[in-house]
């Protein structure tokens, strides 16, 4: 379903994000990924619909291989795969139908959406998919007056209105407390499971990627350094990913914005001396 | 109200008001003035349309009455393909009658504006050759090397700009000067309510008032009018300047409003008076943007000299405006129009380019700036922020 | 405070670090300041066209200098040792200098000092306290009951004349400033070209003031400047309503969070759906608070514009100014009813404001 041969990503800036990449994934599939932070997580999402243009290597979605150049092809894919983000990314003074129409922007002629008239088919798969996560009695309410769960089950319920083959999802979670972002990832799993659609999600939570992933790739400096199933990512391969040992503290710092190696050794071990209160 | 009461009140409505509007182009106020009537007319036809549109809408409204009932009729049986349980029950589509009403109303009323302006339309027609030939001219004079005539012409433009300068200057900064006080007592974190309240009210009072009515109504009596060596000049950078205090001093206030707390807390838990508290805790913290603000204020200014200008308040606006400027002469001298324009339009660009630069340089200073070219060469930062700046395709 | 630190000091005994001295700004660059106040001195000399002078008797000799040049040098370098002595940083140092010379040419550009001391005579004198007190003592009946001179139009149409004006180029302006804003921002431009285009036209679309265009519009569709329709005032309010618009607006555009077109370009939208359904929504409070402040500027606007020869209530008003000792009294009607009619509009538009935002 989606191939990645040998794909490299270098950003204008000269920074590596992807190095030599080769991942296939299949149809139906519900892949998480994991890495430190700045490990090339989002880089590989982003590739995938080509909101980061890759520079070497060839990325096969389905038939087409992704175009970076080509804006209308990548329009066209863009329309089959959908894009869930961090910060839900909702506009926030429409209301949520139009935040769902959105998603039908690339079968809606222009004329129509610059005017907002969207047709009845569109306007009935759009309710369709607010009631298949569950909020469609707030579809005429402002997205900004939503909470965060409702608000990424909105950009959840944009995506389905592209009847998407593929979903990607950049940290869907991290924003949401710990209870939503299950029961939002728990719809996610759900739907996919329903319709059949593949899944690529990046996860900074190992639990969470072991509750409901199929197949868990870890990436470390752009590269893949482990990719199977859920039941062979074990505590010590985990550790292999991240470089260093899975207690409570390192997985803390893995928001860290900068690499513990960068720093003075007194100045790590401080904080790793006060990190333990945080621990959950 | 159902959809049918809101489809007969648009039909309603605008007829009525058609009505009063064709009732009031016989009123003696429609006799005596032109304006009026015409823009009666203007109402009349338009709210005629609107009503019109409606009960055409209204009509197949009707004709669809059975269908809907039909429809009802099914999703009350629960025929419809899928069968909603509690949650997904879908909400009703909330009425937007207000809003359309809105446009329609804004719609309306711009037609008979429009109709009441008298504009005569059919001038625009003639319009696309005459731009072409008078381009063509000032365009010529401009890009020509100048003769005796066009030496002297662009020696004026300057001079009349400069002055345009120099009186926007001036206007800044006695605005300037009283704005930064009256900014702090309109500001509500320094001043007690019996201080923030008359001043609120004085510098609205301030900002009500045109600067065309400072300029004619005071400062060209007190000033004299004309050219520089007249008095012109002063008045209108007099007049710019009182009317300056009143925007720029809400604009400050608002800046000193924003500051953090935390370092007046500070300052007035050591024992400090409430002058040293606003020295060293307010000033340092709104500088940059109130000098931001007074530099804004300049390159607004130089526009506004322009009008008090045409009204004789020295400046550029005198070297155009008839009746003894460029505009009052016939037949118009295109070439010098256009060494005009040319020297206005390069002027406020370099002013306003000049201006920007330094409000930038006040705002963000020069670290920010290093920092980031530091970082670029650096190439990767790591961590997220690195990778985030570069996420954008460029 | 320096007692504290004294004392803190003191106690501190002999394990003592040597203390920082405060930064100090290169002498050079003060140096050059001097020099720039120098040549500054010099320009000012040769330009003056006052001239009085000061003496400096010496008892050797006597030195003498053009007074004004020679005050504002001294206040020159009294800043700079000011600055010196307070050690600011070189840029603020030259920044103060730079608006002192300022303000200098600016002020012997317009002959301030000559006509400051001018004006306790003139207010004595007998044509500035005519006009005091006509605009002062407004005849309303006039503002009420008359006519424009030599025709039946009364002068309460003129102002409904402004009005409409107003209205029509504020609902044309804004709506083209709010396209040309869409184009002008690289958010939701086409290109970087086409975005850049656009701001450079822009730009010169904001630097003609509002009077050069009614005068380009008024030779521009054949009338003569005065006695003109009232086309070419909106035409030159709309000019000047894009400009602002376009520039306001686009700056909101530019700030936009980047998140929900991220979101629509993944979903396939092409640009103008983007724009759309992430960039309209987004800017419409600002777009809405923009072309209710263009419209009060309007309102100002066109009653000033019509000095230059458009129809509306600025045409009679300069038809009255022109009148001279006989028309103070209108003036001064007019000029009050300026003032109500915009306090008016202001409250009408805040109202706007808080029932829509």
């Keep these: 379903m989606i191939t990645f041969e040998n794909v490299d990503v270098i950003y204008p800036n000269g920074f590596k994000g992807l190095d030599d990449v080769n991942v296939e994934i299949a149809r139906g599939e519900f892949v998480a990924i994991i890495g430190l932070s700045g490990a090339g997580k989002s880089t590989l999402i982003r590739a995938v619909n080509g909101l980061v243009p890759y520079t070497g290597g060839t990325l096969t979605v389905g038939e087409t291989v992704v175009d970076p150049k080509n804006k209308s092809k990548l329009r066209r894919l863009r329309s089959k795969v959908g894009m869930i983000f961090q910060q839900f990314n909702n506009v926030g003074r429409i209301s949520v139908l139009n935040n769902v129409l959105i998603g039908r922007s690339a079968v809606t002629p222009t004329w129509r959406s610059l005017i907002g008239w969207y047709g009845a088919e569109d306007k009935e798969v759009a309710f369709q998919s607010l009631e298949r996560v569950g909020i469609v009695d707030k579809a005429y309410n402002r997205a900004s007056a939503l909470s965060g769960g409702q608000q990424q089950r909105v950009a959840i319920a944009r995506v389905l209105a592209q009847d998407p083959e593929v979903i990607l999802a950049d940290e869907p979670v991290a924003s949401l407390d710990p209870p939503t972002a299950r029961k939002v990832l728990g719809d996610l799993r759900r739907i996919q499971q329903d319709l059949g659609i593949t899944c690529i999600v990046n996860m900074h939570h190992l639990d969470l990627a072991r509750d409901y992933a199929d197949r868990i790739i870890g990436m470390r400096a752009g590269r893949v350094v482990f990719d199977g199933p859920t039941e062979e990512a074990t505590d010590t391969v985990i550790e292999d990913v991240y470089q260093r040992s899975l207690t409570a503290e390192d997985i803390a710092t893995a928001d860290f914005p900068v690499s513990l190696e960068d720093l003075p050794a007194e100045a790590v071990a401080g904080v790793v001396a006060g990190e333990p209160d945080r621990k959950p | 109200m159902s959809h049918g009461y809101k489809i007969a009140a648009g039909v309603v409505a605008p007829v009525l008001l058609a009505a009063l509007g064709f009732l009031l182009t016989y009123a003696p106020a429609a006799e005596t003035s032109e304006v009026f009537r015409r823009m009666m007319w203007g109402l009349v036809i338009s709210a005629a349309v609107v009503a019109v549109a409606a009960a055409i809408y209204g009509l197949a409204y009707l004709g669809t009455s059975r269908q809907r009932a039909e429809a009802q009729a099914a999703s009350d049986a629960g025929q419809s393909g899928y069968t909603p349980d509690r949650l997904d029950m879908r909400p009703v589509k909330p009425s937007k009658f207000w809003y359309n009403m809105a446009l329609i109303s804004i719609a309306v009323l711009f037609v008979s504006s429009a109709a009441g302006t008298g504009m005569t339309l059919s001038a625009l027609l003639e319009m696309p050759a005459r731009v072409w030939d008078y381009s063509v001219q000032m365009v010529g004079g401009v890009a020509q090397i100048p003769d005796e005539e066009a030496r002297g012409d662009w020696a004026n433009a300057f001079d009349a700009m400069l002055e345009s300068v120099a009186i926007a200057w001036i206007g800044t900064i006695v605005g300037a000067l009283f704005s930064l006080p009256c900014g702090i007592l309109a500001a509500r974190n320094m001043t007690p309510l019996a201080i923030y309240i008359p001043m609120r009210f004085i510098l609205s009072v301030i900002r009500a008032v045109p600067e065309i009515v400072f300029a004619v109504a005071i400062f060209i009596p007190l000033l004299g009018v004309g050219p520089a060596q007249m008095g012109g000049a002063m008045a209108g950078a007099f007049a710019l300047g009182i009317s300056s205090i009143g925007t720029l001093s809400k604009l400050i206030s608002e800046a000193i409003e924003g500051v953090d707390p935390g370092p007046l807390e500070a300052s007035r838990a050591s024992g400090a008076t409430h002058a040293q508290m606003i020295r060293w805790a307010v000033l340092p913290q709104v500088m940059p943007d109130i000098i931001a603000i007074w530099l804004y204020r300049f390159e607004v200014n130089i526009r506004a000299s322009a009008i008090l200008g045409a009204l004789g308040a020295g400046g550029i606006g005198r070297l155009i405006s008839p009746p003894n400027g460029l505009f009052g002469q016939r037949p118009y001298d295109w070439e010098a129009i256009g060494i005009t324009l040319f020297v206005i339009i390069a002027i406020t660009i370099l002013v306003d380019q000049i201006s920007g630069f330094v409000r930038h340089r006040v705002i963000h200073g020069k670290i920010v700036r290093q920092k980031r070219r530091r970082k670029r060469k650096n190439g990767d930062a790591s961590g997220p922020e690195g990778t985030k700046s570069a996420a954008i395709p460029v | ?357």
């Design chain 3, 1 to 357: 405070m320096t007692a504290v630190a004294e004392r803190t000091s003191a106690e501190a005994g002999p394990a003592r670090v040597t203390r920082p001295e405060p930064p100090t700004p290169p002498l050079v660059n003060y140096l050059g300041l001097v020099v720039v106040a120098v040549a500054a001195f010099a320009f000012f000399w040769w330009t003056r066209d006052d001239t009085s002078v000061l003496y400096l008797p010496l008892g050797v000799t006597t030195l003498w200098a053009p007074q004004w040049p020679l005050i504002g040098f001294l206040v020159m370098l009294a800043v700079l040792a000011l600055c010196w002595f307070t050690r600011t940083g070189v840029m603020a140092a030259f920044g103060a200098l730079t608006v002192v010379i300022f303000s200098y040419w600016a002020g012997s550009n317009i002959h301030f000092i000559d006509r400051i001391v001018e004006v306790p005579g003139r207010l004595t004198a007998g044509n500035t306290r005519e006009q005091l007190i006509g605009y002062f003592n407004p005849d309303w009946s006039y503002l009420l009951f008359s006519n424009v001179a030599g025709t039946s139009r009364p002068i309460w149409g003129e102002w409904l004349i402004t009005l409409c004006m107003a209205v029509v180029a504020t609902i044309i302006g804004c709506f083209i400033g709010l396209l040309l804003a869409m184009l002008a921002s690289p958010v939701s431009s086409f290109s970087k070209t086409s975005s850049q285009t656009v701001k450079a036209i822009n730009s010169v679309v904001r630097s003609i003031p509002d009077v050069g265009w009614a005068l380009l519009f008024a030779a521009f569709i054949g009338g003569t400047a005065y006695g003109l329709g009232a086309l070419a005032a909106v035409l030159a309010l709309m000019m000047f309503n894009i400009g602002i618009v376009a520039k306001l607006l686009g700056e909101s555009i530019d700030a936009v969070d980047p998140g929900p077109l991220e979101a629509a370009d993944a979903a396939g939208a092409n640009l103008l759906q983007r724009d759309r359904v992430a960039v309209l929504p987004a800017v419409m409070p600002s777009f809405v608070s923009y072309s209710l402040y263009v419209f009060e500027l309007n309102i100002r606007a066109s009653a000033a514009l019509g000095v230059v020869g458009v129809a509306g209530i600025g045409g009679e008003l300069s038809r009255q100014i022109r009148r001279m000792s006989q028309g103070y009294e209108n003036v001064g009607a007019i000029l009050w009813a300026l003032v109500i009619v915009v306090l008016l509009v202001d409250l009408l538009s805040m109202w706007v404001r808080r029932k829509l935002l």
